[in-house]
């Protein structure tokens, strides 16, 4: 678990605001170094999150084919350049022996790793690991969609462009499941 430093944020975000050639003290800025730190708290609250713990209650359902939740929205933060990265998450599963979570938790997990400091590419194979790991799915097809403010603010400036990673696991290295799964996702 990772205990913030919120003082330390704060004094971090005041040097900031200094080293850009802003007054810290005026107005608007007062207490925009206290915001900053209880921001970064929200954001990277993932750190004290354990996304395992959502794959430990299950249940047992006649389900053998895939499970799939499409269009989970979620944020996270480059871990390059410290800016939001806003997409989407599709995450499928085929239940071993019918054991099943529950939906929300596929969301839950994908929010506990999103909520940090993150490469997609990372966040994509963290979520397909803990319900490959955690579950012992037969297969897991994670895709994530998103939108990098690294690359729409700054640098190149390409609003827009979306970035699409996958991670499969188990029966989803085969190509023909891979495209059913991907034919729900509409992809």
């Given at each position: 678990m990772t205990i913030m430093d919120m003082e330390r944020i704060e004094k971090a975000v005041r040097e900031i605001l200094f080293a850009v050639g802003e007054n810290p003290d005026r107005e608007g800025l007062v207490e925009t170094p206290e915001r900053v730190a209880k921001m970064y708290a929200?954001?990277?609250?993932?750190?004290?999150?354990d996304p395992r713990i959502h794959t430990e209650k299950t249940f047992s359902e006649s389900a053998s084919e895939f499970v799939l939740v499409k269009d989970i929205s979620f944020h996270s933060t480059c871990e390059h350049h410290l800016l939001p990265v806003i997409?989407?998450?599709?995450v499928a599963y085929i239940p071993k022996d019918g054991q099943v979570i529950g939906l929300s938790k596929l969301a839950r997990i994908?929010?506990?790793?999103?909520?940090?400091?993150?490469?997609?590419e990372r966040l994509t194979n963290q979520v397909a690991d803990v319900l490959a790991e955690e579950l012992g799915a037969e297969g897991v097809f994670v895709v994530l969609e998103a939108e990098h403010m690294c690359m729409t603010l700054r640098g190149?400036?390409?609003p827009g462009?979306?970035?699409v990673t996958y991670a499969t696991r188990?029966?989803?290295?085969?190509?023909?499941?891979?495209?059913?799964?991907?034919?729900?996702?509409?992809?």
């Open positions: 929200e954001v990277f609250d993932g750190l004290n999150r997409g989407q998450a599709h994908v929010e506990d790793f999103a909520l940090r400091p993150q490469l997609q190149i400036k390409k462009a979306k970035t188990g029966a989803y290295t085969d190509r023909g499941r891979r495209q059913e799964v991907l034919d729900m996702m509409n992809l």
